[in-house]
């Protein structure tokens, strides 16, 4: 949104990891915002929650139509399809899963509201190749997984509905997103997986020899830079990278995790898989150019993470 404008009011489809900390950043800037989930894992529904979020339970975007004629501006889609690890086994329901959300999405936006843009949450970590230059919007997408394939059609659709039929899409590509522990059956999130390891002494199993490089956002500077660019511009680029520009290895990230901790992540080798491989790292440019944004470093975000942990096994 432009200076003057009217804050946005914002939908968000799923409440998980990315969606719930949407919402509650949203809340805290007095943003109108509601979340349609399957389930509530974070509690923006509970009626004693701070968030201050409206919770729709709802699978897909069945619930949509409704929120849309109460009046929304920006849809933000986080959720859909299987995750990285799943996808490998099952890639026909990863890609079903995805756009089976996306294009209905899209359909209703264009039917229902068709001022209101559409933001997919997608992944630079699945859409872009390892290389040693930070990957700008420009280049050639060449995933290496079934996950990063479906975020990519997902990508190609939003940017169908806007040159055909006048949509408001854009796609954030975002880079490894950290700042809670998570279930271990995602398998995704390294930092996660490093914390649980540090936490309980099961051992890390370390892929690739540690030595793979990738781009560490932490949750609140993910969810400050998207709520800064939804509420700074109306019309944003088709793709936009959100990350840090600054690359660490695997073995950093289990060395921040242990000295944050005060404790030794025990580690177990583990084979190398293609997406185990080399250096990814999103360059920020185009985000900068839009948004003042000076991301949180790998040992601020992993202190600040340890800290968050701490005080929710305490409370």
């Known amino acids: 949104m432009n200076a003057g404008a009217a804050a946005p009011r914002i939908a968000v489809i799923g409440a998980g990891f990315l969606g719930s900390a949407l919402a509650r950043g949203a809340s805290r800037r007095d943003l109108a915002v509601t979340v349609i989930g399957r389930s509530d894992p974070y509690g923006l529904g509970d009626s004693a929650s701070p968030s201050g979020a409206v919770f729709v339970p709802g699978y897909g975007a069945e619930r949509l139509p409704e929120v849309l004629r109460s009046g929304v501006d920006v849809v933000v889609i986080a959720a859909g399809g299987r995750f990285p690890v799943p996808s490998g086994s099952e890639p026909a329901e990863d890609v079903i899963g995805t756009l089976s959300l996306v294009i209905p999405v899209c359909e209703l936006v ?3 509201s068709p001022g209101t843009a559409v933001v997919l949450l997608s992944s630079a970590g699945g859409v872009y190749a390892v290389g040693t230059e930070r990957k700008r919007e420009s280049e050639t997408a060449e995933p ?3 996950y990063g394939m479906s975020r990519l059609t997902a ?3 939003l940017a169908y509905y806007g040159r055909v039929h006048g949509l408001r899409t854009c796609a954030l590509r975002c880079s490894n997103v950290y700042g809670r522990l998570l279930p271990r059956t995602r398998g995704q999130n390294v930092v996660s997986a490093a914390f649980r390891s540090a936490l309980t002494s099961t051992p890390f199993t370390l892929h690739g020899g540690g030595r793979q490089i990738r781009d560490f956002l932490h949750v609140d500077d993910f969810v400050r830079g998207t709520l800064d660019l939804l509420t700074g511009h109306r019309q944003l680029p088709r793709i936009v990278n959100v990350g840090t520009g600054v690359g ?14 005060d404790s030794v992540v025990p580690i177990v080798p583990g084979a190398a898989a293609i997406t185990d491989r080399g250096r990814l790292v999103v360059d920020t440019a185009l985000l900068r150019s839009l948004i003042d944004f000076e991301p949180l470093g790998l040992a601020a ?5 340890a800290r968050e942990v701490a005080e929710e096994a305490a409370a």
Not at 248 to 261: D, F, K, M
Not at 301 to 305: E, K, W
């Open 110 to 112: 264009r039917a229902e």
């Open 144 to 146: 290496t997984s079934p």
């Open 155 to 157: 990508e190609q659709y």
């Open 248 to 261: 660490h290895s695997v073995a950093e990230v289990i060395s921040a995790v242990e000295a944050a901790t």
């Open 301 to 305: 975000g992993v202190a600040l993470m």
